[in-house]
């Protein structure tokens, strides 16, 4: 059977809920992973939602910063949340669900930016994002095999880890999100963990893929100094039966967009 997931970094989930629902309407997505909601729980819109086929939301938010939120046409069958960096902050959540005749752990992540100086020893805001990865490392896709469940991770990683993720390598070198500790990090989180980075199994990583563009720039397409930021990964098992990647490259220009647009991996599961 067919099955994809989506990943969007929002952006203020309520500011920006009109171009959520036009997304799903048209893209149908059987589950939505949304970052940057900037949303408490008891204020996120699960009834509109829910009105276009996403009775399932698991919603990890606090006002004006951060929060996931994690959007599904079938029944969630157990839910977790997780305070990486062990400061407060709700970044991530994970859920299982069914799809087909597999069972998959779902984590929705949104890693910290990290400020603007790659210097932990100055910067809390990027020794926070370097301990996040540190606690990162622990997780493993393979870890639920045993008990017949899959993994998939997606989010806002907020690392570029490839020289084709970002629009120059050498002039981002000391710019964070593509930093050398950063992109180490995260490979290591990713050769640890066992994950395959399914966006670069569909796209060779020769090839320059973003999937975010500053707001800071006036002409974003003219200029087209993106990064890689938005990932999907998943436990080797899942790989096989990928089937695509879509990057919605023109939801960058839509009114009042996020400055990320959505990533959807399809399977045939």
Not at 114 to 135: I, M, Q, R, S, T
Not at 206 to 211: G, L, M, P, V
Request: proline letters at 6%.
């Amino acid at each position: 059977m067919p099955f994809s997931i989506a990943t969007w970094n929002i952006n203020s989930v309520r500011l920006r809920l009109p171009l959520v629902e036009a997304f799903l309407a048209e893209h149908q997505p059987d589950v939505l992973c949304l970052q940057e909601t900037k949303c408490p729980n008891d204020a996120f819109p699960f009834k509109r939602l829910r009105k276009l086929g996403y009775e399932h939301i698991v919603a990890h938010g606090q006002k004006g910063y951060h929060g996931v939120a994690t959007l599904s046409r079938t029944p969630i069958l157990a839910e977790e949340r997780m305070d990486y960096g062990d400061v407060g902050h709700a970044r991530h959540a994970s859920v299982v669900i069914a799809a087909g005749v597999k069972k998959i752990r779902l984590h929705n992540f949104y890693v910290p930016a990290g400020g603007d100086v790659p210097d932990p020893a100055v910067n809390p805001k990027f020794a926070h994002k370097l301990a996040y990865l540190d606690e990162m490392r622990l997780l493993h896709s393979e870890r639920e095999r045993a008990d017949g469940i899959s993994s998939i991770l997606v989010g806002d990683l907020n690392i570029a880890p490839l020289e084709t993720d970002v629009w120059s390598h050498r002039q981002l070198l000391k710019v964070v999100s593509h930093t050398p500790i950063e992109t180490d990090g995260l490979k290591d989180v990713q050769s640890k963990g066992a994950w395959v980075d399914l966006v670069r199994r569909h796209i060779p990583p020769e090839e320059k893929i973003f999937t975010w563009w500053s707001y800071r720039a006036r002409d974003w397409e003219a200029s087209d100094r993106g990064r890689r930021l938005d990932h999907i990964w998943s436990s080797a098992d899942l790989a096989g039966d990928l089937t695509g990647i879509d990057v919605l490259r023109a939801a960058r220009g839509w009114e009042r967009p996020s400055d990320h647009v959505p990533v959807i991996a399809r399977f045939g599961l």
